[in-house]
């Protein structure tokens, strides 16, 4: 896949977040599935995915919040793995493609401030010419694709030109895991830890312990 | 009262694009405009851009409850300015609801789901995530709509029957039992022992409220430093 390619499908995925239907498609787990999958490599996609979801799972948009940008995150770490599969490496460094991420995840929350001010333009607008409301509100979508299609293309052409050192896989993954996995657990543990359901995190502890020694 | 078939699909369409303009200052105004006048007579759409061009906003799955109490109350005739008043009550109310049973509960809960069966077993996890998840949410949306509209703004009291509090109950558990289950994405001959201290500093930055964008931080700087060693 290009880069304009994939910036596209990016962007069209990013108008999930919130701008049209909000069905899940934009959650880094499942579009990294679809780009691994357009990519060629469906489980590399769920892998990324999944890293990038663990990390943003108590990522709430409560109210006027802006929490770091999750989804574009996702699809900014799994679209430049692919990128730089095709182009530079056998296998990508892991810890760049992260890097990647988290980048996107801070620049993504600026251009989100920067698109609902933009709306707000639309909203006055409106409140000028009551006969324009379709055409104003339908203007967001264009507004959220944008800012999908320029937070991408930006990051993907950067990921394009570096080149980026080869670090040994299996030390990349490991730590990588144990980082990702630990934030889940700190994140899966601020969600849902209440005393009526501190029994079934119990029960589920005992099985992963079931798993190791098995 | 009923909406009637075709009304309730053009407003469950309506509904999946209710934040496309969501900005700071009116939030969901023109989303709701949009979908009131989707399901309103025409001839009463002047007198709802007149009174209820409101600050608004509510949880994109739960709008469905207020949008079909609207439409009831206009329909029957209600005062403009009391019907201003029950929205500004219902949005909170739907909001804050949405946001505990939606954003904190069912979607981590089925995204651990998918992490774990996707991790494991490839493409199964994100499409039992998709399905379940979208069952529940567009069931809402759908529901919403019809159940407003026939309660009127006594829909309010919705959130307090057993359907809605045993659903978080339910998803709390699963979300509970699935935390547990995580670290049984590692492999095993992984240095296991480092998740119960990074965990821990985890979970001091969560209840400390440290800024999301801080905790992406830190992890930023672990990672340099794994790079530089790992170079």
């Known amino acids: ?69 999750a989804q574009g995150a996702g699809i900014a770490g799994c679209g430049s793995y692919f990128i730089l599969k095709q182009i530079n490496q056998a296998e990508p460094n892991l810890i760049i493609i992260f890097l990647v991420g988290i980048l996107a995840s801070i620049l993504g929350s600026f251009f989100d401030i920067f698109v609902r001010h933009i709306n707000e333009q639309l909203y006055y607008r409106f409140l000028r010419n009551n006969s324009r409301l379709y055409l104003y509100h339908f203007l967001g979508i264009l507004t959220s694709f944008l800012r999908g299609m320029v937070l991408l293309l930006a990051l993907f052409a950067i990921v394009n030109i570096l080149r980026f050192p080869i670090i040994t896989e299996s030390v990349n993954k490991e730590f990588l895991m144990i980082i990702v996995v630990s934030l889940s657990i700190a994140n899966g543990i601020y969600l849902y830890l209440r005393k009526q359901s501190f029994y079934f995190l119990i029960i589920g502890a005992l099985c992963t312990l079931a798993f190791f020694v098995l | 009262m009923h909406l ?22 009116s939030m969901q105004s023109l989303g709701f405009l949009f979908n009131a006048m989707t399901g309103l007579d025409k001839n009463k759409h002047d007198t709802l851009l007149q009174y209820s061009r409101v600050f608004f906003n509510t949880h994109p799955y739960m709008v469905g409850y207020i949008i079909g109490a609207v439409l009831r109350a206009y329909e029957k005739g209600e005062d403009p300015k009391e019907v201003k008043k029950y929205i500004m009550v219902g949005q909170a109310a739907f909001a804050s609801a949405g946001d505990t049973l939606f954003w904190q509960t069912i979607r981590p809960a089925l995204l651990l789901l998918a992490i774990i069966i996707g991790l494991k077993y490839g493409i ?58 995580v670290p049984s994405v590692l492999q095993k001959n992984y240095n296991l022992l480092f998740l119960i201290p990074l965990g821990g ?31």
């Not at chain 1, 910036?7 to 919130?18: E, P, Q, R």
């Not at chain 2, 009304?7 to 309506?14: G, Q, S």
């Not at chain 2, 496309?20 to 200052?25: I, L, V």
């Not at chain 2, 930055?205 to 905790?215: G, S, T, V």
């Open chain 2, 124 to 181: 199964a996890g994100p499409l039992i995530f998709l399905f379940l998840y979208n069952v529940i949410h567009l069931y809402h949306r759908a529901y919403g709509f019809s159940a407003g509209y026939k309660q009127g703004w006594d829909i309010i009291y919705i959130l307090k029957t057993k359907k809605f509090t045993m659903t978080q109950k339910l998803f709390e558990e699963l979300g509970a039992f699935l935390v547990g289950l």
């Open chain 2, 4 to 25: 009637g078939f075709f009304r309730l699909i053009k407003l469950f369409f309506a509904s999946l694009f209710l934040q496309c303009s969501w900005s700071f200052y």
């Open chain 2, 201 to 231: 500093i985890f979970l001091l930055f969560l209840w400390k409220k440290i800024a999301p964008m801080l905790i992406l931080t830190f992890i930023f700087i672990l990672i340099i430093i794994n790079l530089l060693l790992g170079i």
């Open chain 1, 1 to 69: 896949m290009t880069i304009l390619g994939l910036s596209l499908l990016g962007a069209i995925i990013l108008l999930d977040k919130y701008a049209i239907g909000e069905f899940g498609i934009s959650q880094p787990i499942i579009a990294g599935t679809i780009i691994g999958g357009l990519s060629g490599d469906i489980r590399t996609g769920i892998f990324i995915g999944a890293l990038f979801q663990m990390i943003f799972l108590a990522n709430l948009p409560i109210g006027r919040d802006v929490p770091p940008d």
